[in-house]
T-cell receptor, first 115, second 112 residues
Framework: EADIYQTPRYLVIGTGKKITLECSQTMGHDKMYWYQQDPGMELHLIHYSYGVNSTEKGDLSSESTVSRIRTEHFPLTLESARPSHTSQYLC??????????????FGEGSRLTVL | GNSVTQMEGPVTLSEEAFLTINCTYTATGYPSLFWYVQYPGEGLQLLLKATKADDKGSNKGFEATYRKETTSFHLEKGSVQVSDSAVYFCALSDLDDYKLSFGAGTTVTVRA
């Protein structure tokens, strides 16, 4: 069982609010990822990190930002939420290079609704 | 670049029916291939994987074989149960960049 945790699981907020979605893993993985899942269930990579102080934008442009100050923690922030940000956000991590087969371990997701 | 094409859903089956979900891929190197499952209200869980050609991944009665000649990784289960109702994602990992490319997902509903 993967040890990767996301909070909150569900969040309903008003337009213009700042929100942070938390993601933590206890497996010591270097690589971490944020995916956005649209209502049609497709997954889009929006951010990733290959280690502390390393962050990159993914394939889908996003107004959110991320930080990686500690190995185990990869929070995602929206400075001013809008209804178009309503979605499910999935955090994932993968092993360090030596044992990596490419498998990602996912958290249970954070479902954000912006009114 | 890498891409995954997955059979469109939704798929509705009766219990004990045979399930096949087709998945083909395009990749420049020698990727690892995965099937992930997402049950209602949950995150993604790895169902099975194969890391090289002709490998067969299997788990919970599901199987998929890595076919390099047809660039395919079709998922099969001989007798589905109601508890198999979920969204299934085929995915590919290029070990040059350690990112997964996902298919669009196939929603499977199994009726009792």
């Amino acid at each position: 069982e993967a040890d990767i945790y996301q909070t909150p699981r569900y969040l309903v907020i008003g337009t213009g609010k700042k929100i942070t979605l938390e993601c933590s893993q206890t497996m010591g993985h270097d690589k971490m990822y944020w995916y956005q899942q649209d209502p049609g269930m497709e997954l889009h990579l929006i951010h990733y990190s290959y280690g502390v102080n390393s962050t990159e934008k993914g394939d889908l442009s996003s107004e959110s930002t991320v930080s990686r100050i500690r190995t185990e923690h990869f929070p995602l922030t929206l400075e001013s939420a809008r209804p178009s940000h309503t979605s499910q956000y999935l955090c994932a991590s993968s092993e360090s290079t030596g044992g990596n087969t490419g498998e990602l371990f996912f958290g249970e997701g954070s479902r954000l609704t912006v009114l | 670049g890498n891409s995954v094409t997955q059979m469109e859903g939704p798929v509705t089956l009766s219990e004990e029916a045979f399930l096949t979900i087709n998945c083909t891929y395009t990749a420049t190197g020698y990727p690892s291939l995965f099937w992930y499952v997402q049950y209602p209200g949950e995150g993604l869980q790895l169902l099975l994987k194969a890391t090289k050609a002709d490998d067969k991944g299997s788990n919970k009665g599901f199987e998929a074989t890595y076919r390099k000649e047809t660039t395919s990784f079709h998922l099969e289960k001989g007798s589905v149960q109601v508890s198999d109702s979920a969204v299934y994602f085929c995915a590919l990992s290029d070990l040059d960049d350690y990112k997964l490319s996902f298919g669009a997902g196939t929603t499977v509903t199994v009726r009792a």
